[in-house]
């Protein structure tokens, strides 16, 4: 059995069977968690090991450029905090510019990671918005897919890029709610919802989010997961923070499973008049 088959085994061990069920699955692997989290901006291991556990994520992201996965012996790898027995590394290409570039360390971190292949792809369009290049993401994604690569997608919130990612074959596409690292939350819910209605493959969440009714809002709309780092890195207390979005995932997901009801513009009594006593 593989080693991220077991892993997941392991995770699912400890759930109620109704949590087994709605377990979010990509690349053919189930995780219990739809929480997604960074390992960077933290004040040190220590502290990125304790809120990556206090969020409950099974996934956690990587900068290749930024993080330490062994290609320095001298100093402290993630690893170490962070082993790839407990969690699903996600290899990301943040800081990459251009399609080369970002293949180029995806592949790096192939290589680092004993040749697992899910990998987060990102192609930023400039330093100033990290807004995503479309152009260059799709050209890196069709050659990532073709490499075998399982690829997770940073993406404009555009429906027709979310689904050219999906028909190249990425495994899942992760619009942005807003601006890397700003907290604004979802600015354009609309967009969202139409990536979600014509998705193929799971639908996450991917920068922007603030605080833990973001997180609601964005499993509360369908999506299949949130992916967060600086929303609870860089709150006054990151550890509390990780609870609070672990709790905010898991309630809009059991009321988007639940159905809210329609709007009115007119009240709906709770206790009617009709059939009254007296």
């Known amino acids: 059995m593989p080693e991220s088959n077991a892993v997941q085994v392991t995770h699912q061990a400890e759930l109620p069977s109704a949590q087994m069920a709605d377990a979010l699955v990509i690349a053919g692997q189930s995780y219990a968690s739809r929480l997604l989290v960074g390992s960077g901006k933290y004040r040190d291991m220590e502290q990125t090991r304790a809120a990556t556990e206090a969020s409950g994520a099974q996934i956690i992201t990587v900068a290749v450029r930024r993080v330490n996965l062994g290609q320095d012996a001298s100093q402290p ?57 479309m152009p260059e993401t799709l050209k890196a994604a069709e050659q990532l897919v073709r490499e075998g690569f399982d690829v997770m997608v940073y993406c404009s919130d555009d429906p ?23 907290g604004m939350g979802i600015l354009n819910p609309w967009n969202l919802s ?6 193929t493959v799971p639908v996450l969440v991917d920068a922007g989010v603030g605080t833990a009714s973001d997180a609601a809002l964005a499993m509360e709309l369908g999506c299949d997961g949130v992916l967060m780092n600086t929303a609870i890195a860089g709150a006054r207390d990151p550890l509390l923070m990780a609870r609070a979005m672990r709790l905010g995932v898991q309630a809009g997901r059991a009321a988007f499973l639940a159905g809210r009801i329609p709007r009115r513009f007119v009240a709906s009594p709770s206790s009617p008049m009709a059939g009254r006593v007296v």
């Open 160 to 182: 027709i890029q979310a689904r050219l990612l999906a028909q190249i074959g990425c495994v899942a596409v992760m619009p942005l709610a807003s601006l890397i690292g700003s």
């Open 194 to 199: 139409l990536i979600i209605e014509q998705a």
């Open 77 to 133: 790898s993630l690893l170490d905090v962070l082993p790839p027995s407990h969690y699903t590394l996600l290899p990301n290409s943040a800081g990459c510019y251009n399609a080369a570039d970002a293949v180029y360390t995806l592949q790096l971190a192939r290589e680092l990671l004993d040749g697992r292949t899910l990998v987060k792809l990102e192609v930023l369009g400039d330093e100033k918005t990290l807004f995503p290049n």
